[in-house]
């Protein structure tokens, strides 16, 4: 059974800095793409980043690009999410994602199927 189990979440001032994990189990991961969304109260789930197999390149939302970044340890089956300069706006649960085969266009929910359970992250003002 895959799992993908995020942790890292927490409540924190603006300005700050969390780090966010997933873990991966199940299968392995280091041939594909993995990914992270959010989803605010109210709004739909939104792509944050993405990153390749070989971590050759990454992708990221506007609105986080040059704040947050997206590591992954392929020894580990793990990627994670460094949020800094942290806005109330980033105020959402994140969730951890990654295709069964391995997709091209890496921006939307739907080419994804496996999700974690999703952490939340507040960001007070």
């Known amino acids: 059974q895959v799992q993908l189990v995020e942790s890292g979440g927490g409540l924190v001032q603006a300005g700050g800095s969390l780090r966010l994990s997933c873990a991966a189990s199940?299968?392995?991961?280091?041939?594909?793409?993995m990914g992270w969304f959010r989803q605010a109260p109210g709004k739909e789930r939104e792509f944050v980043a993405a990153?390749?197999?070989?971590?050759?390149?990454?992708y990221y939302a506007d609105s986080v690009k040059g704040r947050f970044t997206i590591p992954r340890d392929n020894a580990k089956n793990m990627v994670s999410l460094r949020m800094n300069s942290l806005r109330p706006e980033d105020t959402a649960i994140y969730y951890c994602?990654?295709?069964?085969?391995?997709?091209?266009?890496?921006?939307?929910?739907?080419?994804?199927?496996?999700w974690g359970q999703g952490t939340q992250v507040t960001v007070s003002s």
């Open positions: 994602t990654a295709p069964a085969e391995e997709q091209t266009v890496v921006v939307g929910a739907s080419q994804y199927d496996y």
């Open positions: 199940g299968r392995t991961f280091s041939s594909h793409t």
């Open positions: 990153i390749t197999w070989s971590g050759s390149s990454t």
